[in-house]
């Protein structure tokens, strides 16, 4: 869309002779801003008649050298980061050269008037930021800039009705904003200051007599955690409404997720077509109760600078004060762009793809997963435990279910029973035995593949086990499900072994990401047949929009004939494919997307 607007307005705001016409430029799911760096102002060096603006060149007389570098002043340090900010080495070359004259002529004493030219964008982002880092803020200076903070964060509504906090690191000290203060009128000489492992060195003052005494914020531990596992320069807690109404758009959700929204991109290491998730907590009756919930999210979540908790807030954390400024003001964005979206009926976590693929089957062993890992681990686990196993559950009807279903099989493959007056421990060694020869065999038999995901579901409950899935596997999942694409499982394993495996992942529970899953109950994978009926299991009609992904060229043959789109998948330790076929073949997931 185009939006154009005329009137008479000159740019210095005066009425003019003429009329001009402005066109904007709308650029779906993104901003009004020439940045590309969300959460960054554009720097403006042009004036209005294309000379550059006259900068400021003020010294002051209480500069100091500091680690071989004068130390620069507050304003000198946001003027940098503002011209870095700009730049970040990949701007065009006549806007870096800009930056880098700007810099060397304002801060020779850092930069130095030699060769300016050979000066590169690298160099000269890399001096300022260390600049910036070994002469950075002291105490005091870190004390009012919280209380700044603090002012700033409570105008935005996120530290209304003195909750919220700010933290923030000053060499290996920390600044801590109190709590229970109205954060808007806070002074420095209310902070506290802590060492690394949040022990207190100094207090707040007590400077009103009919006010209690600053007390350390409540938030403090769980502040501590990010500064500990993350190695963050600051920390804040937020109250803002958004941030805990989007816990309550599902309460069962265990994390918050948004794709495809330019804001993405403000968040480290995230992209416009990246998943971004923050992991959601329960709340407690006190804050200090959330620490270990909180601290087990940040283990289990590497990616992400945030952690909401239901029906309170979020907790944010950057690698300075100004990263975790900025991140928190992407992230607030992102909560009240998916409400917004909500009430229009759009689901902000997902983007609908192209059409051209409604669903993806995966299968397990050799494409999402190693074989090594079924071959190595899962199944050597099974042999060594089925005996155990057996003996601890012999008795319980699900068991002997299961053992009547096999005797049929057992019977048929030539294994011959004891007498029917053989103890119970000469059953045991009996059908323990033939289980084992079985399993060594890959028998692809429904109740034998039961009590196999029986087996591992105990050594995965007692942490025995950890699923090991391939390293593309997360980002696709991560993709597809934010086009709108379902995601299936179909494996010989049983629906429940299926579901442990992705339950209990080296990269945590990926169950979230998968809509349903699919074994030899509903057909054997080499038959036309079973896919036919997991098409219509899924309720997909148009079969051409299915695509299955195996790395056994029988298996795609039938779900090609079935009408589905069939891949192979080529994984170190799998089986040679036949020379000749005419199906493509990959060699990871994220070669699924251009077929």
Not at 10 to 35: I, K, N, Y
Not at 43 to 72: H, I, M, Q, Y
Not at 105 to 126: C, H, L, M, Y
Not at 190 to 211: N, S, Y
Request: charge should be neutral.
């Amino acid at each position: 869309a185009c939006f154009v607007s005329s009137g008479s307005i000159s740019r210095s705001g005066r009425t003019a002779g003429r009329v001009e016409r402005t066109f904007v430029v709308l650029v779906r799911r993104s901003m009004l801003s020439p940045s590309s760096d969300p959460g960054v102002g554009s720097l403006d060096l042009e004036g209005t008649n294309g000379k550059r603006r006259k900068k400021s060149n003020t010294r002051t007389e209480s500069t100091v050298l500091a680690s071989g570098t004068r130390k620069w002043t507050s304003g000198e340090k946001s003027k940098v980061l503002e011209y870095i900010q700009k730049f970040g080495g990949t701007g065009p070359q006549k806007d870096y050269a800009s930056v880098r004259d700007t810099l060397v002529r304002d801060f020779p004493n850092v930069f130095g008037a030699g060769s300016v030219k050979e000066i590169t964008r690298q160099q000269v982002r890399n001096i300022a930021l260390a600049n910036i880092k070994l002469g950075m803020l002291t105490l005091d200076e870190g004390r009012s800039l919280v209380c700044d903070l603090c002012r700033t964060f409570y105008e935005q509504g996120w530290c209304s009705g003195t909750g919220g906090g700010v933290s923030i690191k000053v060499d290996e000290r920390i600044i801590m904003a109190p709590s229970g203060v109205q954060k808007e009128r806070m002074l420095p000489e209310d902070m506290f200051v802590l060492d690394a492992d949040g022990i207190i060195l100094e207090e707040g003052v007590h400077r009103l007599p009919e006010m209690p005494r600053p007390k350390l914020s409540e938030c403090a531990p769980l502040f501590m955690e990010a500064y500990k596992q993350r190695n963050a320069g600051a920390v804040l807690h937020s109250h803002a409404l958004e941030a805990m109404l989007v816990t309550l758009i599902n309460e069962s959700a265990a994390t918050f997720t948004v794709t495809h929204l330019e804001m993405i991109k403000g968040i480290h290491g995230h992209g416009y077509y990246d998943v971004l998730t923050v992991p959601i907590i329960d709340n407690t009756a006190r804050e200090c109760e959330l620490t270990a919930s909180l601290a087990q999210a940040i283990h289990d979540y590497p990616d992400t600078y945030a952690v909401l908790v239901r029906r309170h807030g979020v907790y944010i954390w950057g690698d300075s004060w100004a990263h975790a400024k900025t991140q928190a003001e992407c992230y607030h964005y992102l909560f009240k762009a998916a409400l917004e979206m909500r009430k229009m009926g759009i689901d902000p976590a997902v983007c609908t793809s192209n059409g051209r693929t409604s669903a993806i089957i995966l299968d397990i062993e050799g494409t999402i997963a190693p074989v090594s890992f079924v071959a190595d681990v899962l199944f050597p686990y099974a042999m060594r435990e089925v005996r155990r196993h057996l003996q601890d559950t012999w008795h319980r009807p699900e068991t002997r279910s299961c053992l009547a279903e096999l005797q049929g099989y057992l019977d048929a493959d030539g294994y011959t029973a004891p007498q029917p007056s053989s103890t119970e421990e000469h059953m045991l060694d009996y059908v323990s035995s033939a289980l084992v020869d079985m399993m060594a065999k890959d028998k692809k038999y429904t109740p034998l593949k039961w009590l196999q995901g029986a087996i591992w579901r105990s050594g995965y409950e007692k942490k025995e086990l950890v699923a090991d899935v391939y390293d593309d596997l997360v980002l696709s999942l991560q993709r597809w499900t934010s086009q709108g694409i379902k995601v299936y499982i179909y494996s010989s394993g049983s629906r429940e072994a299926q579901g442990l495996l992705f339950g209990h992942t080296k990269y945590g529970d990926l169950r979230r990401y998968i809509s349903g899953y699919f074994d030899t109950m509903v057909g054997p994978k080499n038959d036309s047949n079973s896919y036919q009926e997991i098409a219509l299991s899924i309720g997909e009609s148009d079969t051409s929009k299915i695509l299955f992904a195996t790395d056994v060229f029988a298996e795609a043959e039938a779900a090609s004939r079935a009408g589905i789109r069939a891949l192979l998948v080529v994984r170190p330790g799998n089986k040679p494919l036949p020379s000749a076929h005419e199906f493509p073949t990959v060699h990871d997931t994220s070669e699924f997307d251009a077929l």
